[in-house]
């Protein structure tokens, strides 16, 4: 089997509206050019290939839509979730609804979190990043 993981930390600048250049590294592990951007938790913006995308569907689907809980996240996730293409230079638009609700800046970071990836606004991801540190960084 051909696992493909998305690991790293980039600090990326916006190349014009919205746009910004996937990291190589992370672009290796796409197949194809097209992306799935979804509204994650805790103001990031998640990244999954399509792939990726499906496999997440799958299992919020597979949830039975009478519970309430399924139902709230099927919402948040099919309703925040955009399909997008990469350009030849790697590039992609990020829609300004997902840029509003992520609060970022010129500058973001870009993390890999194994089955996708995750764009946050820097502050955020430094402090979320210490609170992880803090409360998980614990060796039980």
């Not at 746009?19 to 805790?42: A, N, T």
């Not at 792939?51 to 099919?78: C, V």
Request: hydrophobic share 35%; aromatic share 12%.
């Amino acid at each position: 089997m051909d696992v493909h993981m998305f690991l790293g930390e980039y600090k990326l600048t916006f190349s014009g509206k919205g746009r910004i250049v996937l990291p190589k590294k992370i672009r290796q592990d796409i197949k194809g050019k097209g992306l799935i951007l979804s509204r994650g938790f805790e103001n990031c913006i998640w990244g999954f290939s399509p792939e990726e995308f499906e496999k997440e569907a799958e299992r919020t689907l597979g949830s039975s839509a009478t519970e309430e809980r399924a139902r709230m996240l099927r919402r948040y996730l099919f309703s925040g979730s955009v399909p997008t293409e990469l350009d030849a230079q790697g590039r992609f638009v990020i829609p300004s609804a997902l840029l509003t609700y992520a609060k970022v800046g010129n500058e973001v970071v870009l993390i890999g979190a194994g089955d996708h990836f995750e764009i946050w606004n820097t502050g955020f991801w430094k402090k979320h990043l210490e609170k992880i540190e803090r409360d998980y960084g614990r060796v039980s």
